[in-house]
């Protein structure tokens, strides 16, 4: 993503006016951001676009939002949901984003395969050592915990095979 900055005067800014209106026909946006500055007859709109050149590669296209509680067991998705409670906690007194920890997908392999240790956690896709070093404990002793206070499911009664 590139930028470029416009100033264009209130007064006498046709010729501005122009060079934006060719420089937008010629290029993908992404966004712009715009500023009035009020300085009598110097006032003047101030814009920033966001732009790709020929050849800039787009910003990947975000996939559709999954709906874990339709994919997974109502057993399974209790358990994800704590999952996604305590990465939440953790997420706001290290005050990062919930995903920095793991993400939904990931929290999802982790119920669905059934993780129950270290070398497990790490088979999951995206999850490293580091993360794995950090986290896993917390993750997965409240998988254990989780297991362990819930219900079993009754088999064949909305559960995955």
């Not at 007859?41 to 590669?57: F, I, P, T």
């Not at 996604?84 to 395969?113: C, H, I, S, W």
């Not at 206070?149 to 064949?156: F, N, R, S, T």
Request: proline fraction near 4%.
């Amino acid at each position: 993503m590139r930028m470029r900055f416009f100033t264009i005067p209130v007064f006498a800014g046709d010729e501005a006016t122009a060079e934006l209106d060719r420089f937008l026909a010629s290029h993908r946006i992404l966004g712009t951001d715009r500023q009035f500055v009020q300085d009598g007859v110097n006032s003047a709109w101030c814009l920033c676009v966001s732009y790709l050149e020929a050849g800039d590669r787009p910003a990947p296209v975000k996939r559709g939002r999954v709906d874990y509680k339709e994919l997974l067991s109502e057993h399974d998705f209790a358990i994800y949901s704590r999952l996604r409670d305590l990465r939440k906690r953790l997420a706001e007194q290290q005050g990062v984003p919930a995903y920095a920890l793991f993400t939904n997908e990931q929290l999802a392999a982790m119920v669905k395969q059934r993780v129950s240790t270290r070398s497990q956690l790490q088979a999951i896709s995206g999850v490293g050592e580091g993360r794995a070093e950090k986290y896993g404990q917390a993750f997965l002793s409240q998988l254990q915990q989780a297991r362990t206070e819930l219900p079993a499911p009754v088999p064949g009664k909305n559960s995955e095979t």
